[in-house]
């Protein structure tokens, strides 16, 4: 039963940056698709960020083109995610997942995404 962990959430100024992390060592350099989604209070889980490892190709939604890098630490064995220039509409919780397909196709949508973990809170202010 894989379990995916996030960990790295806090409280950052307006403009701050801010490294999350998910770790599942064996799972995540064994991934095909790994992807961050954040949920803000009252809002649907969207889609920020994923990585097809295949090709080490990434794709960022529009709010964060630009400010955010996915990538995989492979030395800690965890996929990351460095938040620059932070805004306060980036308030929300971050959650890491693996994409049962193993294609990233249907990314942004997270029909295929699995293995949630409980999440990490970050607050920008």
């Known amino acids: 039963h894989v379990q995916l962990v996030e960990s790295g959430g806090g409280s950052v100024q307006v403009g701050g940056s801010r490294r999350l992390s998910c770790a599942a060592s064996t799972y995540i350099v064994n991934s095909k698709c790994l992807g961050w989604f954040r949920q803000a209070p009252g809002k649907e889980r969207e889609a920020v960020a994923r990585i097809y490892t295949g090709g080490s190709s990434a794709e960022y939604a529009d709010s964060v083109k630009g400010r955010f890098t996915i990538f995989i630490d492979h030395v800690m064995g965890t996929l990351d995610l460095q938040m620059n220039s932070l805004e306060p509409e980036d308030t929300g919780t971050y959650y890491c997942?693996?994409?049962?397909?193993?294609?990233?196709?249907?990314?942004?949508?997270?029909?295929?995404?699995?293995?949630w973990g409980q999440g990490t809170q970050v607050t920008v202010s």
């Open positions: 997942a693996g994409d049962r397909l193993r294609s990233c196709l249907l990314f942004p949508r997270r029909e295929s995404f699995g293995f």
